[in-house]
Structure formats: C-alpha cells, structure tokens
C-alpha cells in the first residue's frame, strides 16, 4: 500500500483534488488535515497554512495519480510524496478493491 502525501493552497482545493482522484478510482480514501508549512519559495523562506491531503491507494497507481494531480493543482511546483505503508489485511484488501 503506498500513501500519497499532497500539500494545498487550502481546504476547497483538498477537496476538489481528493474527490477528483477518488472519482478516478485512483485512491480509496482520503485525509485531509490544516498544516503550518515553512519554506524555501524564490529565494525566501515562506510561513504558510495550508492543507495536507493523505490519500490511500496502491503502488501501481501512484504514478498516474502524482500525473492527474499535477494537471489540477494549482502550484507550480506541488508536493507529491509517496510514502510506502503496511496496513492490515482487511484494510489492504479493501483499498485494492476500491481502486482500479
């Protein structure tokens, strides 16, 4: 199981990419949480809130997923981590099936 970890400009934009991926068949579910993110932007550091979507899905979709995010997101240069997690069996089963 791989989790997708994807920052946003905030929460309208978490759900609007999250019921896209969900529509796709891309992820089983998604997480959505508010965030404080420093970081290096065009030579600054930059304090900003934002939202964190952590979306389950699998291996083989992640990089069709990571290609339909960056077609709707709206930064230049979006956060797409792939974290590779265990999950138990039920739950894995699940995801699988949820997914295409």
Do not use: Q
Not at 32 to 43: A, D
Not at 60 to 85: G, M, R, W
Request: hydrophobic fraction near 40%; include cysteine; aromatic fraction near 12%.
């Amino acid at each position: 199981m791989v989790l997708a970890y994807i920052t946003c400009k905030d929460k309208k934009e978490a759900i609007k990419i999250s019921k896209y991926l969900l529509k796709k068949r891309l992820i089983a579910c998604s997480n959505m949480f508010p965030i404080n993110s420093l970081y290096w932007w065009k030579g600054k550091i930059i304090n900003d809130k934002e939202f964190v979507i952590i979306a389950k899905t699998t291996e083989k979709n992640f990089k069709i997923l990571e290609k339909e995010v960056k077609k709707i997101h709206s930064y230049e240069i979006p956060a797409i981590l792939k974290i590779k997690a265990d999950a138990n069996k039920d739950y894995l089963k699940w995801v699988k099936k949820e997914t295409i």
